[in-house]
């Protein structure tokens, strides 16, 4: 019986919290959203300089290393391990030049990106204004404070990187359905998804996938 009430107050709990949560507006999302990764990377600083197993992903340190090459004007696969796109080893130059930390900022900043681009998404559907705006905004937010997307991008896996570029060229593509703005939408979707490309060999992958589900 006891356990039957904790469900149900859990679940309560659980239903108060998503009605909260609908309740703020989505520019205040992304401000809560920015402060808690910006949390998660001042305490990474003080966990990689206090514990022995770190919270930086190794990738991230192995990409520093090579934009530390590029900076001394090596190859960044001067670097033992460096199985990356080179444009990852520019991109985190500022890395070396400004703090150690910038490349996590630029993924954090991809990760608002995408919860954005999630909200635009789930707008453009044609139905009832008000039931598509909390569609809307239940979709970001289940980005947004997913723990998982948040600890990831602070962490320095460039995965935020190749998926903002991903759902950037399928919001251009379907924005290209408006024959205002087609070409330059179309233009825009394939820049997005060659940028991809060039971080990423899952680019190419992605290419073939769309490319047969049309």
Not at 24 to 32: D, G, R, S, T
């Amino acid at each position: 019986m006891s356990k039957m009430s904790t469900t149900k107050a859990e679940k309560r709990l659980l239903r108060t919290g998503y009605q909260f949560l609908l309740q703020i507006n989505f520019p205040a999302h992304l401000v809560i959203s920015a402060l808690l990764r910006l949390i998660l990377i001042c305490y990474a600083q003080i966990h990689d300089a206090k514990s022995t197993v770190p919270y930086t992903d190794i990738d991230y340190k192995v990409v520093t290393d090579g934009a530390r090459l590029v900076v001394d004007g090596e190859s960044p696969f001067g670097r033992h391990t460096y199985r990356y796109s080179p444009i990852m080893a520019y991109l985190h130059i500022p890395n070396i030049t400004l703090h150690p930390a910038f490349g996590k900022v630029i993924y954090s900043i991809c990760d608002l990106l995408i919860g954005s681009l999630i909200y635009a998404l789930a707008r453009l559907q044609q139905g009832d204004f008000k039931r598509i705006e909390i569609m809307a905004r239940a979709s970001a937010c289940f980005w947004l404070y997913n723990p998982l997307t948040a600890v990831i991008s602070t962490r320095g896996s460039g995965d935020s990187l190749t998926s903002f570029f991903v759902i950037s060229s399928i919001y251009l593509l379907i924005k290209s359905e408006d024959q205002k703005s087609k070409c330059f939408a179309v233009f825009c979707a394939g820049l997005a998804h060659g940028l991809h490309c060039g971080a990423s060999s899952l680019g190419k992958l992605f290419g073939l996938l769309g490319y047969y589900d049309t």
